[in-house]
T-cell receptor, first 114, second 115 residues
């Protein structure tokens, strides 16, 4: 168990809908990352937050947004869902900004768009 | 941009034999390199990392990795493979481009250990 908690574990929703994925980082970790894993795209970095502030953006669609709250948990919002958004979404966390810190991943949220 | 390459989509090895999963990197500056493993329907589990120091890094579950600067490689190794090692293995590099300090992953190598 990495200590990173993601909910829900599985989610099935229809095209055009909106979902929210939730992440609780490891205790004491200030940085949160979101990744998308799909068969055709592999593991893609979406966005990083550090202590409530956005630090880096990757290949995140405009239909997607995220935030990190004062208690350090994070949410990834996916809207106007399309079939191609079906994927495994990972949250990860690390202690701080240091490049040497290990990033620990949660078990992921499986999203199926039908 | 920082990147890693995993040249083999799949590696097959017999149980008890040594295994190697290959990874090469392309970075500017000092490389911070990581290996993760993903079991079916599970998240990514951290195995080991190279930051600086000894070129041979020891990690979880008996795995180790050898950092080779001249060959820009960071291959994952284990002296004696187990069937339970069968999983998807990812090499990753710390990537500071575009701000942040995210990980950029390779495409993954499926390891299959057979009896």
């Amino acid at each position: 168990d990495s200590g990173v908690t993601q909910t829900p574990k599985h989610l099935i929703t229809a095209t055009g809908q909106r979902v929210t994925l939730r992440c609780s980082p490891r205790s004491g970790d200030l940085s949160v990352y979101w990744y998308q894993q799909s068969l055709d795209q592999g593991l893609q970095f979406l966005i990083q937050y550090y202590n409530g502030e956005e630090r880096a953006k990757g290949n995140i669609l405009e239909r997607f947004s995220a935030q990190q709250f004062p208690d350090l948990h994070s949410e990834l919002n996916l809207s106007s869902l399309e079939l191609g958004d079906s994927a495994l979404y990972f949250c990860a966390s690390s202690v701080s900004w240091s490049s040497g810190n290990t990033i620990y991943f949660g078990e992921g949220s499986w999203l199926t768009v039908v | 941009a920082q990147s890693v390459a995993q040249p083999e989509d799949q590696v097959n090895v017999a149980e008890g034999n040594p295994l190697t999963v290959k990874c090469t990197y392309s970075v500017s500056g000092n490389p911070y390199l990581f290996w993760y493993v993903q079991y079916p329907n599970r998240g990514l589990q951290f195995l080991l990392k190279y930051i600086t120091g000894d070129n041979l890094v020891k990690g979880s579950y008996g795995f180790e990795a050898e950092f080779n600067k001249s060959q820009t490689s960071f291959h994952l190794k284990k002296p004696s493979a187990l069937v339970s090692d069968s999983a998807l293995y990812f090499c990753a590099v710390r990537d500071l481009t575009g701000g942040g300090n995210k990980l950029t992953f390779g495409t993954g190598t499926q390891l299959k250990v057979e009896l």
